[in-house]
């Protein structure tokens, strides 16, 4: 079965950077690609990009664009998203999503990542 | 416009049928996918495309589209599937988006 296994909850102080890690398993890896999808507390989902599986292509939210970088490391299939330059309303569950294409609907999610930016 | 409205919150009596709407420029030209959420889990993706299930997710949810406008259907609202639920579509720049979410309360 399809599962996404995520790393675990951080604390980080404002201006520092988060990364994030999504370890995919039960699929081909190279046939999907990962979107990364945040949710601040008690607020709605933010689509923040996806990522080829296959070669690695991007796609980000221009509210993030600059501020976030996503990769795969294909041998663990495993997809990052590195988040720089922390606010306090970056304090969110982020979401690990399969999606075949940039555009297509997230099939199957991971547990989420709790980051919380705070002085 | 990438901007996709729901009402925010709706409620049904068990056993009932209930919509949830999804409103949105790009809803013309692209198909809504549905969301529920519920509290402390990820989504789960219960409609996608012109009226999709996934594997495991009941007969009861439906999706239609007209217009600007989206639906989720559930016919005869169970208790389990009072939640949140979020519609989801793309826009003309090639990104995702998401309503603002709706809280199904069932009665």
């Known amino acids: 079965q399809v599962q996404l296994e995520q790393s675990g909850a951080e604390v980080k102080k404002p201006g520092a950077l988060v990364k994030v890690s999504c370890k995919a398993s039960?699929?081909?890896?190279?046939?999907?690609?990962i979107s990364w999808v945040r949710q601040a507390p008690g607020q709605g989902l933010e689509w923040m990009g996806w990522?080829?599986?296959?070669?690695?292509?991007?796609n980000y939210a221009q509210k993030v664009q600059g501020r976030v970088t996503m990769t795969t490391d294909t041998s663990t299939s495993t997809t990052y998203m590195e988040l720089r330059r922390l606010r306090s309303d970056d304090t969110a569950v982020y979401y690990c999503?399969?999606?075949?294409?940039?555009?297509?609907?997230?099939?199957?999610w991971g547990q989420g990542t709790l980051v919380t930016v705070s002085s | 416009s990438s901007e996709l409205t729901q009402d925010p919150a709706v409620s049904v009596a068990l056993g009932q049928t209930v919509r949830i709407t999804c409103q949105g420029d790009?809803?013309?030209?692209?198909?809504a996918s549905w969301y529920q959420q519920k509290p402390g889990q990820a989504p789960v993706l219960v409609i996608s495309?012109?009226?999709n299930r996934p594997s495991g997710i009941p007969g009861r949810f439906s999706g239609s589209s007209s217009g600007n406008t989206a639906s989720l259907t559930i016919s005869g609202a169970q208790a389990e599937d009072e939640a949140d639920y979020y519609c989801?579509?793309?826009?003309?720049?090639?990104?995702?988006?998401f309503g603002g979410g709706t809280k199904l309360t069932v009665l």
């Open positions: 990522i080829s599986g296959y070669n690695g292509k991007t």
């Open positions: 790009s809803l013309r030209d692209y198909y």
């Open positions: 495309g012109k009226n």
């Open positions: 999503a399969r999606s075949i294409m940039a555009v297509a609907p997230p099939d199957h």
């Open positions: 989801n579509s793309r826009d003309s720049s090639a990104n995702l988006v």
């Open positions: 039960g699929y081909t890896f190279t046939t999907y690609g």
